[in-house]
DNA sequence: CTCGGGCCAATTTTT
DNA sequence: TTGGCCCGAG
């Protein structure tokens, strides 16, 4: 067998990792070090090599992207398609494992997906319906509750209170929710994953085929898994497969949605028989880069333990720039951006890193102003949007008529006199006999218990819902979605309820959806042959929310968060906002735990530059309408001296660098000491001259760095304070 | 049902 | 400062 192909171009660690023999693994990949290649390689090493079915193997990957991107490089380095073989996200997988075995996981065969946002709208409900004040129980923070408990494991059932009356309430409304959820035949993100892993634990027929089938189990970004992802990893892999999981506990930014990076810390405990390897070589930063990378994340304490390196020359020294505020900050990366695009070079190799969304705003307003186009990452997805979420729940509704989240969204949308009290009699009578909306409604026109005309409302809408799913039956897919939305008559209400651009851009998006079902290619699933396109579509809609904004194809600067950028690599990137309460945010300072994850995201940022990192702060800045002086951050002074340039604004002040700063974490700044003498050589008593108003005396000083000003007497203009930044003053 | 004013809170996000 | 949400008026 000539192994050439899948060992060539692999360095050792890699080439060690890829041809290991059937054991756990557990690959610590570094930043850059090539960790979805030795995945891939690992896969086409168990098939070419090792002569493993595809069919034996199991892939798992946390977002969509990832795991396209995984089957795609696969087939590209094999040369051709894999079928069979399971690759896809912890929620794709189990999403699959419940459409086979729907029967054996208690669940209808329509079952449908509820995101988030359905969720959160079925516990405001189900608050309603318990007399709970949506005040003391936010419906979000109920929906996080229910979604801690599924990704630990526990059932209602399971729960106890301990006397707490608030955990009893939230037990409560857990129960109920449960029990709708399974009424309706609906299935949130979190169940998916714990009701086929119960499926699996409980099943031991199915439990003995699974194990059987898949004898290697791989993992990736395995130090965001959580406790419910890694039991059920382990479940289906028992105690003869191995798994073969790659990560980096440094690169953990999760935790506070449930990752554990003990996971990772206990992989080796778990699996005493596993072999560890670690890949340090970075084949996408410089030198200095890494060095500042590693000796930041060397203040956290319990790591696995890991130094990256490279071949590639030290490159620039990192970049820093002491900002006078926020608009500063960005007028100063606009400057820097536009001497990149003279050079050269693209926007779109340009990252600007941030630690919370509310800063891109700057420089939104910054870039409009100076024609730099851009794009921010984050915010609404395609099939998020509230217009394409009222298509596709008229179309779950004609698929499940139990779907109540569905019906509730639409029923009265477009408004067609369906009002509140009208839906709360059904939602009454629904409730006392345990049955869905849509049968109470269907019933409800001949009951006689609704006035004429909320009956005939109701009869208009029931009648509706039976035209469409008539209607539709028989179309191919994107009709299906068409007619619905024409019968519906969304178009018209958007344009009539949203006049100009938002209205009209609704109705583009649902054209959109038209063309995206036009284009959806429904695989037909040998181990799902009861899936049909529509349910198919649905299910995709739910699991794959789409791309944030249309790529207009235009050179872009990108713009996004600290944790949106794991994973990508920039020529070039700005790491902004770099202060204390800011980053490390507020809410994480007093937490060691906490505060070495904002370290670690500040490591993830670092790693992110391939050629250049340009890091700032600024010393003053609007915070909810607040100006605030937060000290540069304590990371700052965690990177070594001899790998960072400073780059101050004009003058010097008193206030040398932000490594003065002996403890980042008060607030207090400075105050002058009169006489004292700034960095810049001003100094109280000390004669200048000014452009415009001449010469004049320094009477009075206040504030440190970009910030900085001096009260000046001046012999003709009289007293006034100037900023030293901008006055540029003179010596006399 | 829809609009607008007042009030409150204010990381990070994928599925 | 902004944005989301609730409530009352039309």
Redesign the pocket.
């Known amino acids: 067998m000539d192994v050439s192909p899948i060992l060539d171009e692999l360095n050792k660690p890699q080439r060690e990792a890829v041809s290991a023999p059937p054991q756990p693994m557990l690959v610590l990949a570094g930043a850059g070090s090539g960790k979805t290649r030795v995945l891939v390689h690992r896969i086409a090493w168990l098939l070419e090599v090792e002569g493993i079915s595809p069919l034996s193997i199991l892939s798992v990957?946390?977002?969509?992207?990832?795991?396209a991107e995984m089957r795609g490089r696969i087939q590209r380095l094999l040369g051709m398609p894999v079928g069979g073989l399971w690759c896809g996200?912890?929620?794709?997988l189990a999403?699959r494992l419940l459409r086979m075995h729907w029967r054996e996981a208690n669940l209808p065969q329509t079952f449908q997906i509820l995101?988030?946002e359905d969720q959160i709208r079925m516990v405001?409900r189900l608050l309603k319906t318990l007399e709970l004040d949506?005040?003391r129980w936010p419906?979000?923070q109920v929906a996080g509750f229910i979604?801690a408990r599924k990704d630990e494991g526990s059932r209602p059932q399971h729960l106890d209170d301990r006397g707490d009356p608030a955990q009893r309430e939230l037990i409560r409304v857990y129960s109920l929710y449960e029990e709708t959820c399974q009424r309706n035949g609906v299935v949130?993100?979190?169940e998916?994953l714990l009701r086929s892993l119960e499926l699996l634990r409980d099943n031991l027929e199915l439990q003995a085929h699974y194990r059987n089938r898949f004898r290697h189990v791989l993992v990736d970004e395995f130090q965001d898994t959580n406790a419910l992802q890694y039991a059920w990893l382990r479940l289906i892999a028992g105690d003869q497969n191995p798994i073969f999981a790659v990560g980096d506990d440094d690169q953990s930014?999760?935790g506070?949605?449930g990752a554990k990076i003990e996971n990772i810390h206990n992989f080796t405990r778990h699996y005493p028989s596993c072999v560890t390897i670690r890949l340090e070589q970075n084949y996408r930063s410089s030198g200095n880069i890494l060095k500042a990378a590693n000796a930041l994340i060397d203040n956290n304490r319990g790591r696995l333990g890991k130094k990256l390196w490279t071949d590639d020359r030290d490159g620039e020294k990192l970049h820093l720039y002491a900002a006078f505020n926020e608009l500063d900050e960005a007028r100063y990366i606009t400057g820097r951006i536009k001497q990149w695009v003279d050079d050269g070079n693209l926007r779109s190799d340009v990252a600007i890193l941030?630690?919370?969304?509310?800063?891109s705003?700057v420089f939104e307003s910054t870039f409009n102003e100076n024609r730099i186009p851009y794009r921010v990452?984050?915010g609404l997805?395609f099939f998020?949007r509230a217009e394409i979420k009222d298509a596709l729940a008229y179309l779950r509704l004609t698929s499940n008529l139990a779907d109540d989240p569905s019906f509730e969204r639409i029923v009265?949308?477009?408004?067609r006199?369906?009002?509140?009290?009208t839906v709360d009699m059904l939602r009454q009578i629904a409730r006392t006999e345990r049955r869905p909306l849509w049968e109470v409604a269907a019933e409800a026109v001949d009951s006689g218990e609704f006035t004429a005309r909320a009956a005939g409302a109701i009869g208009r809408f029931v009648h509706l819902i039976r035209q469409m799913n008539e209607e539709i039956k028989s179309l191919p897919l994107y009709e299906q979605v068409e007619a619905v939305i024409s019968l519906a008559g969304l178009k018209e209400?958007f344009l009539a309820?949203?006049k100009g651009e938002t209205g009209q851009a609704r109705v583009d998006n649902l054209n959109e959806l038209v063309t995206a079902a036009n284009g959806y290619v429904h695989i037909q699933d040998d181990e799902l042959p009861d899936m049909d396109e529509l349910s198919s579509f649905l299910a995709h809609a739910?699991?794959?929310?789409g791309e944030?904004q249309g790529d207009a194809g235009e050179d872009c600067v990108q713009m996004?968060?600290?944790?949106?950028a794991k994973g990508l690599e920039f020529s070039m990137v700005f790491l902004c906002g770099l202060e204390e309460g800011l980053f490390?945010?507020?809410?994480?300072v007093n937490e060691p735990g906490?505060l070495e994850?904002?370290r670690r995201?500040c490591y993830v940022g670092i790693t992110r530059a391939e050629q250049q990192l340009v890091i700032s702060y600024a010393e003053q800045r609007?915070?909810?309408?607040?100006t605030r002086f937060n000290p540069p951050s304590r990371f700052l002074q965690e990177l070594p001296e001899e790998l960072v340039d400073e780059i101050r604004p004009k003058v010097q002040t008193y206030q040398t660098s932000y490594r003065a700063q002996a403890r980042p974490a008060t607030n207090v700044r400075p105050s002058h000491r009169p006489g004292s003498q700034t960095e810049s050589g001003f100094s109280i008593g000390q004669q200048v001259s000014h452009a415009k108003f001449g010469e004049g005396v320094i009477t009075n000083a206040e504030g440190a760095g970009a910030h900085a000003r001096v009260e000046v007497n001046f012999e003709t203009a009289g007293r006034k304070w100037l900023v030293l930044v901008y006055a540029s003053l003179q010596k006399v």
């Open positions: 990957t946390f977002t969509n992207k990832a795991a996200t912890f929620h794709g999403h995101d988030s405001k949506e005040n419906p979000r979604n949130d993100f979190a998916l930014i999760y506070w949605r941030y630690r919370s969304n509310a800063q705003r990452y984050g997805r998020e009265n949308h477009p408004p006199g369906i009002g509140e009290r209400h309820k949203e739910a699991l794959e929310a944030g996004m968060t600290l944790h949106s490390p945010h507020q809410m994480s906490r994850e904002e995201l609007q915070l909810h309408g607040q």
